[in-house]
C-alpha cells in the first residue's frame, strides 16, 4: 500500500498522519526567547502505548500538548463516517494495527460484540448474567495465598485493594497489586 499524508484536523502544518497509522512532525521549536519560532524539521514520532493496548500520540504546539489514540487520527483522516458512528473498530482486533484498511467506524454495540471479545472478557455463567471471575491472590516470590470468588470480594476483605488494580494486574497491566501477584482462576487451574 503506498503512503499518504494528510494534515492532521486542528494541527495543519504541525503533524501529519498517513493511511498506515504513523505519525510525522514537521516543524520544532528552537529557542527560549523573543526570536524563539517554529523551524521546518520533518521527523517521524513514535507512539507509545496506553493502558488499554492501544498506540497514543502526544501532539505538541505553542507549547501545548494533548494526547491522541492513532487509530482515530487515522480514522478521522481517511474514513468518511456519514453515520455519523462514534467509534472505531479494529477489524483484526489488533489494537496497533492502525492501518486504514483494518478500521471502520461502528456503534459501541457492534463494537462490542465483534470478532472474539466476548471469549476474551470472560465466560457467562448459567443464568446468562456476566460470571464473577475467580482471582488467585499470591505473595510477591509467587507462593499462592489465597482464591478469592471475585475481585470485589478480595477487595471488601482487603484494606486498600483496589478492584481496578487487582483487573489490571490479570490482565497483564501491572505486575503487582499492594504486595501481591493477582491472576485469574481458568477452570484447569483450580486449586
Known amino acids: ?3 499518504i499524508w494528510k494534515d492532521i484536523v486542528g494541527y495543519e502544518g504541525f503533524y501529519q498522519i498517513s493511511n498506515l497509522g504513523r505519525v510525522k512532525r514537521l516543524v520544532s521549536w528552537r ?5 524563539s519560532r517554529y523551524i521546518p524539521d520533518v521527523k517521524i514520532v513514535y ?5 488499554y493496548g492501544y498506540e497514543r500520540i502526544g501532539l505538541a504546539v505553542h ?7 492513532v487509530h482515530q487520527l487515522v480514522a478521522k483522516a ?4 456519514p453515520n455519523n458512528y462514534p467509534q472505531i473498530n479494529h477489524i483484526d482486533e489488533d489494537k496497533t494495527n492502525n492501518c486504514v484498511d483494518n ?21 457467562t455463567n448459567h443464568n446468562g448474567k456476566g460470571a464473577k471471575r475467580s482471582v488467585l491472590q499470591y505473595d510477591l516470590d509467587g507462593n ?7 475481585m470485589q470480594e478480595a477487595s471488601d476483605n482487603l484494606v486498600g485493594v483496589s478492584v481496578s488494580k ?21 477452570p484447569n487451574e483450580r486449586l
Open 1 to 3: 500500500m503506498t503512503e
Open 31 to 35: 529557542g527560549n526567547d523573543y526570536s
Open 47 to 51: 507512539p507509545y502505548i496506553d493502558n
Open 63 to 69: 507549547g501545548k500538548c494533548r494526547h491522541f489514540r
Open 78 to 81: 481517511f474514513i468518511p463516517n
Open 103 to 123: 478500521l471502520e467506524w461502528c456503534t459501541q454495540s457492534y463494537n462490542n460484540k465483534y470478532g472474539t471479545r466476548g471469549k476474551r472478557i470472560g465466560i
Open 144 to 150: 499462592f495465598i489465597k482464591r478469592w470468588k471475585s
Open 166 to 186: 487487582i483487573c489490571s494486574c490479570c490482565r497483564g497491566d501491572r505486575a503487582h497489586h499492594r504486595g501481591f501477584v493477582w491472576k485469574y482462576e481458568f
